[in-house]
């Protein structure tokens, strides 16, 4: 099966142009396999360069970037219509994956590569033969700890747990689930560092084969979870310089309600929302200005009602969420005054739909049902 037969002659010379490079064999040529096959579509992309073979590259059509429209199309085409439904696809990329040093280009084979592994109900995997794929097995594994970029090293993970998605419940790749526990579990900080993520990918994918090996994943659970060396742990001069950011962002929440822009708005304060949410404390250093923040927003009857409600809706995560926090700064009474104002003012048409008073009132239940009724009541009577 010659190479040509997959990027044909009369493409070639738009190939060179874009720097996409191509294989050339005549039809009898049989070349030399590193994996010790001898059949010509065996591990293309593997075989050594002797001979007749000619490797002038495949990284192009990955990577290149280009100015005219009908060369990126007939790149695509002969990546999708030809390369990447031929044997040569998985090895070809597997190669790009190990040798290149681009590390986009790299980062990209990765992507492909699991795409490779799961297409077709993962038919062109099945038919690469057994050697071959233990081979790949085995690389994916040392590659993926010395890979220098995060990304990339992170789409690796994600072809380790793709093909340990169809591999293991075959018992196929019996090592894998051991090898992953023991170096995340390694001296090294990077090492356990990627072993878990890949772990982590691989469980997002399948669970049903790691029934036996769960006591383990349980223990290392609990040890990572007091990594000395984790990064997020030890941080903390990031988290100052993050906390320093928050009053800048009501100023361009304020700013993007100022301009009716409710896209901008909705973003803002989905990421309000998620810093509410999430352990570290960001946000609690300056929560009194946010909560008075929301409040105004949601008595501000010059603004659009959907506007209004997204900041009462901010102020409810608030109170779900940092009412240890609110009792302390003593905010109660303020949320609780503004609250009411905003529900005696906007009385809904329809008391069944979302209005600015209804989410007045949510939030006051909120706030009952949160703190106790000897932190509430006080502030509703006096």
Known sequence: MGIYEIFPGYIAPAFQAISVFCLSLPKNQIGTNIFGGA????????????????????HGPLYTPLSAQD?????????????????????????????????AVRQLSAVELRKRVSAGKRKQWKKLQS??????????????TTEPVAITQHAIARVISEIGKYELPEKAWPQLLGLLIKAS???????????????SNLMDTF????????????????KTLQDPESLEADEESSIVTFQ???????????????ASDESGAKKCFDTVETLLIIEVPLINSHLAQLVQF??????????????????LNCLLWTIKFKKSNIASLELIKPIVDSLITIGAKDKPKDPKDDSVARTAFQCLDALSTTLSPQAVFPALYA
């Open 294 to 311: 929301n409040a105004t927003i949601g008595n501000n009857k010059a603004l659009d009602e959907s506007q209004r409600i997204m900041a």
């Open 39 to 58: 059949q010509p579509f065996e591990g293309l992309g593997f075989l050594n360069l002797s001979g007749d073979w000619a490797l002038v590259g495949l």
């Open 131 to 144: 050697s071959m794929r233990d081979i790949i097995k085995s690389r994916l594994l040392k590659i993926i």
């Open 71 to 103: 060369g990126i199309s007939l790149a695509t085409r002969a990546l999708n219509k030809q390369f990447y439904r031929s044997l040569l696809a998985i090895p070809g990329l597997f190669k790009i994956l190990t040798t290149c040093a681009t590390p």
């Open 244 to 258: 320093a950011m928050i009053p800048q962002m009501s100023v361009v929440m304020g700013q993007t309600l100022e």
């Open 207 to 222: 669970i049903d084969s790691f029934a036996e090996s769960l006591p383990q994943i349980y223990s290392l659970l609990a």
């Open 185 to 199: 579990d390694s001296p090294v900080a990077h090492e356990r560092e990627v072993a878990i993520f890949t772990l």
